[in-house]
Every structure is written in structure tokens, then in C-alpha cells.
């Protein structure tokens, strides 16, 4: 029989990435979706098949993390092998205006599951997602043994769910994993976030649709790598003799201007030229330096990043020039390819 896999929230960035490589390996997929009067389902419509057609692997359940026996009867119908809870409300300067939402889904979230898979009693293998942001701004390289210094709403419910995963799998003997994973961002970023909405900020200045760009801290730095590849450190994770916690990142830290001054490079703007800073984009408490130290995934994962940060740049800004209509040759610089 196939692997059977339960990913909460599948239809964000690292779910979709997760559900083609669980896929492309023979697994049954089951996903997450919250019930909304819209379609919220894109990044993922591409695997989606009609389930009365014969040899679908592809399955998406209405589930909500605040309802916890919504948890209890997709676990009894999935029954699935392994599990990636990936369901937040991730984005950090959002989780100061709706605190307790985002406590909710985050830490409570994952307590829920975790108690749902206490319950079961099932021999599943869990994947707890953690975030760099857990560690605010303890010195950097930040390691499995850097301290928790969380400093925003988000990152201590993070810090929360980590703890809850290493009680569970201490306490019960539950196959739980945390990756603390650093900043990954894909094509499938959403806009919000500062990659993309620089990214998607050039394309759309060169297709005559917007003027500025508007940012906050140009000073932060941060160790970005590509969404894929975390991925598949994810599922190494749950293939490992033990569960234990990892660091994924690149190792690498750079600032947010050297991003906007890589996106702009690209296609031969001067980003002096249309860059704007809003204070509004200023977080109560600012994480100036994050930049893990992924040696030990290395060691017991073989997991190694491959895409520079360069290239990564290139990749999510060729994918909005497209976005905007606009034909990626006839722009980015070839000294830049």
C-alpha cells in the first residue's frame, strides 16, 4: 500500500511544494483546507482531480485547528502514516494586530493536533513547523542549541508549539519532529510577504501598473533559501531513526536592501529611484539578524541547500514578470541570468 500523509495547510506556499514531493514518491495525500465562501485553493488546483475517478491520490478535508474534533475525525478517516502541520497564521507584522487569532491557530492549533494524535494512539510520525523568528535576536548563527528569545506574537506561539512537540514526544513517545526552517520563499510567496512584495513590486513598475514600493526596515538580514528544497528536508525529517529537531537554512544572511537592490539590478532599475519607507511596516520589536546554522540537518538529514541567493531572487522575479504579462528575456539583464 502507499504512504498515506496528512498536511495541514496545504494550500500555502510549503504545502503545495510538500504535497507534489509527497506525491511524486507514491504517497496519498491528504490536505486541510479552511472553509471559506471563496476559493482559496490555486497554489494546489493543480493536483486536484474529481475523487470518483479511479487511482486519485489527492484529497482535501474542511478542517479548522480550533476544532479539535474536525482534527479527531480526519485522522480517523485519513489514518495517515505521517503528518506536516504547517497550518499558521505565519505572516510576523500581521500577528501583532490579531494576537490571539494567531495564538490560536499556532500554538493551540498544534496542541490540539497533538493531543488528537495522543488519542489515537496510531503509530504516525509528526512534523511540527517551527521558524527561525522563535530565536528574535539571540545572537546569530542561531543553532538547535541557541536560546528562544521570541519577540513577536507569532514567533512565541512558535515557541509554544515547539515546546508542546518536545513534551508530547518525550512524555508519550510520540514521532515528533520540529524544523526550525529560516526564511524560504518561492514563486508561490504570497504578495504580503517581503520577497515577493518586492519581486512583484518591479514587475508590476515595468508593466506602468505602480510608481513606489514601500518598505520598512531596510537594515534587517536574513538567511533566505528556496522553498522546495526546505521541503524536502521536511519529509527527510519523518524518514530519520529518531525524531529530533532541526535548523534548515542556507547559513548565508543578507539585508532586505541587498534583496530590493537585487530585484531592481535585475532588470537595470536604480531602487533609489522608487523605494519608500513607511514606518507602518515597523514592527513593535524588530529581529535585526537571523542566519541559522544548518549543520547538524547535514550531518543526519544529508540535506544541503543548492539555490543561491541570487539565483533565488531571479527565480521568484522571472515568475511576476510572467504574472504581469511581461516577457522575462526582454528584461532581466543577461549579465544577471
Avoid: C
Avoid at 495541514?8 to 509527497?22: H, I, K, M, P, R
Avoid at 537594515?219 to 531513526?241: C, I
Avoid at 531592481?264 to 513593535?284: K, M, Q, S, T
Amino acid at each position: 500500500m502507499n504512504k498515506r500523509a496528512l498536511i495541514t495547510g496545504v494550500t500555502g506556499q510549503d504545502g503545495s511544494y510538500l504535497a507534489e514531493l509527497l506525491l511524486s514518491k507514491g504517497y496519498e495525500v491528504h490536505g486541510t483546507v479552511r472553509r471559506s465562501s471563496s476559493f482559496n485553493t490555486a497554489r494546489v488546483d493543480h493536483l486536484y482531480r474529481d475523487p470518483h475517478e479511479r487511482g486519485v491520490r489527492f484529497f482535501l478535508h474542511y478542517v479548522d485547528m480550533n476544532d479539535p474534533l474536525s482534527l479527531v475525525r480526519l485522522l480517523e478517516t485519513a489514518q495517515p502514516q505521517e503528518v506536516y502541520n504547517l497550518a499558521a497564521q505565519s505572516h510576523v507584522r500581521v500577528s501583532f494586530d490579531m494576537p490571539e487569532y494567531t495564538a490560536e491557530t499556532v500554538a493551540l492549533g498544534t496542541l490540539r493536533l497533538l493531543e488528537a494524535l495522543r488519542i489515537a494512539r496510531a503509530p504516525v510520525r509528526l512534523y511540527q513547523a517551527g521558524s527561525s523568528e522563535m530565536f528574535g535576536n539571540a545572537p546569530a548563527p542561531q543553532s538547535e542549541l541557541t536560546e528562544l528569545r521570541p519577540a513577536s506574537p507569532y514567533a512565541a506561539a512558535k515557541v509554544f508549539a515547539h515546546w508542546l512537540t518536545v513534551q508530547y514526544r518525550e512524555g508519550y513517545g510520540l514521532f515528533a519532529s520540529n524544523g526550525i526552517l529560516f526564511n524560504h520563499e518561492s514563486p508561490r510567496r504570497g504578495v504580503t510577504f517581503v520577497t515577493r512584495k518586492v519581486t512583484s513590486a518591479v514587475a508590476s513598475i515595468l508593466a506602468g501598473r505602480q510608481d513606489e514600493l514601500f518598505l520598512g526596515n531596510l537594515q534587517a538580514k536574513r538567511d533566505w533559501g528556496y522553498a522546495p528544497e526546505y521541503v524536502e528536508a521536511m519529509w527527510l525529517m519523518l524518514q530519520h531513526d529518531q525524531p529530533d529537531d532541526f535548523v534548515i537554512a542556507t547559513g548565508e544572511t543578507h539585508s532586505v536592501e541587498e534583496l530590493v537592490e537585487t530585484a531592481f539590478g535585475l532588470v537595470g532599475l536604480d531602487w533609489r529611484r522608487y523605494v519608500r519607507f513607511d514606518p507602518r511596516y515597523i514592527r513593535p520589536n524588530e529581529v535585526h539578524e537571523l542566519r541559522g546554522d544548518p549543520s547538524k540537518a547535514a550531518r543526519a538529514l544529508g540535506w544541503r541547500p543548492r539555490t543561491s541567493f541570487a539565483e533565488l531572487v531571479r527565480i521568484i522575479l522571472t515568475a511576476d514578470l510572467v504574472e504581469a504579462g511581461l516577457r522575462p528575456d526582454d528584461h532581466i539583464l543577461a549579465r544577471a541570468a
